[in-house]
Each structure stands twice: as structure tokens, then as C-alpha cells.
């Protein structure tokens, strides 16, 4: 079965840090890859995702990632966080041609003004 | 567009009881599911939809049923509520098909289910 691995379960980083959030996955095909974002109180937003193509996505709010498909990796990256980035961060996959997507079981990044 | 909207936004229940979860979107989304999110478990999905009159299971169908009359509703019902039904519950839709661009999911504001 699928599986998504987030590592980092809490991370606390003052504001300027840089962040790396890892997410492996299971699963030897092609897959579609999401990181999603969920600030205190709100619903998820997508902050990013990679289909095909350039392994290197950039995505809102100066985010990116890097699908490593070697790793089966898909980290997210942000050179210099704010305040307004505490929030939980979830990485997501799809299967090609499966209907499910499985998420991990989130980090929650605290930044400190 | 009012996006995915979910009904309640809070709900309590004693053990036993059923109730139904809203969900509606106005994107005309093929694609609607269920999750459920539990502290440190992350997002796990319950069921989900690829149109109207097709519906499948997902990680954790156990206790819930769903059906999808329409493109735009898909409810989800707690036929006999147990404590372990605590949870926030999120409803997600997308386009679905083709080469897969679209795929991403929109959620909703979910609903914060609590069970004595």
C-alpha cells in the first residue's frame, strides 16, 4: 500500500530561517505529488504541487520543492520564513491512474518572531 | 464561486445517534471526497467520488456511508455514532481526467464532530 512519510513533526525556526520539510513516499510509479498548508483555524490551501516535468515546483508565498525521484522525495523549501508561515504543512501523493490520494501526518512549524 | 462549503460547522452528538455531514461545491468537480483529520495522523480519506452515482472506499470507510445523487452535494452520513467518530471532517473536490493537471483538490472549512 501507499505510504507518505513526514519526519519532522514539529519544527521551530525563528523568523529569516531557512526551512526544509521532508516527505518520502512508497510507491514505484508515477505520481502526482502536492504539498498542502493549514493555517490556525483554516481549511488546507495548496501551496504547491509537481505533475511532470521540472522536478524543481515553485509554488505561492515563496515556496518550492524538489521532487527527488531516486529518494522518492518530495521536500519542501523556503529560504527565509516569517511569522505568518506557522501553520501545519502536509505533503500529499496521488498514484497515476488511482483515485486516492494519501496524505502524511503533517508538521506543525511554529516561527517566532 | 463559493468554492466547498460544509454543514455544520460544529456538531455534537451522543453515542448512537446518526447524522448526515453536507457537503456541496459549485466548481462542477467531478472528483469529491471525505477525510477525516486526527491529531498526529495527518489527513486519512473515508470515501470518495469520481461523479454522480459512483462512490468507493477509502482508508477508513468503517462507520460511514455516502452516496452522490448530484455533481454538486455529497453527504456524509454517521449511521451510529462512537466516540472514535471525534474528529474534524474535511470535504475536498477536483476536476478529474486528462493528463491529470487539474487535479488538485479544493477543501472545504470542515466539521468539528464531537461524540460523548
Known amino acids: 500500500a501507499q505510504s507518505v512519510s513526514q519526519h519532522n513533526h514539529h519544527v521551530i525556526l525563528s523568523e529569516a530561517a531557512s526551512l526544509e520539510l521532508g516527505c518520502n513516499y512508497s510507491?514505484?510509479?508515477?505520481?502526482?505529488l502536492f504539498w498542502y498548508v493549514q493555517y490556525p483555524g483554516q481549511h488546507l490551501q495548496l501551496l504547491l504541487k509537481?505533475?511532470?516535468?521540472?522536478?524543481l515546483v515553485k509554488g505561492i508565498k515563496g515556496f518550492e520543492a524538489e521532487f527527488i525521484k531516486s529518494k522518492f522525495s518530495f521536500n519542501l523549501r523556503k529560504p527565509s520564513v516569517q511569522w505568518s508561515d506557522t501553520a501545519e504543512y502536509f505533503c500529499?501523493?496521488?498514484?497515476?491512474?488511482?483515485?486516492?490520494?494519501?496524505f502524511g501526518t503533517g508538521t506543525r512549524l511554529k516561527v517566532l518572531a | 464561486n463559493a468554492g466547498v462549503t460544509q454543514t455544520p460547522k460544529f456538531q455534537v452528538l451522543k453515542t448512537g445517534q446518526s447524522m448526515t455531514l453536507q457537503c456541496a461545491q459549485d466548481?462542477?468537480?467531478?472528483?469529491m471526497s471525505w477525510y477525516r483529520q486526527d491529531p498526529g495522523m495527518g489527513l486519512r480519506l473515508i470515501h470518495y467520488s469520481v461523479g454522480a452515482g459512483i462512490t468507493d472506499q477509502g482508508e477508513v470507510p468503517n462507520g460511514y456511508n455516502v452516496s452522490r445523487s448530484t455533481t454538486e452535494d455529497f453527504p456524509l452520513r454517521l449511521l451510529s455514532a462512537a466516540p472514535s467518530q471525534t474528529s474534524v471532517y474535511f470535504c475536498a473536490s477536483s476536476q478529474w481526467g486528462g493528463a491529470g493537471e487539474d487535479n488538485e483538490q479544493f477543501f472545504g472549512p470542515g466539521t468539528r464532530l464531537t461524540v460523548l
Open positions: 500529499a501523493v496521488r498514484a497515476s491512474g488511482t483515485y486516492k490520494y494519501i
Open positions: 466548481m462542477n468537480h467531478e472528483y
Open positions: 509537481y505533475f511532470s516535468g521540472d522536478p
Open positions: 510507491y514505484g510509479g508515477t505520481v502526482n
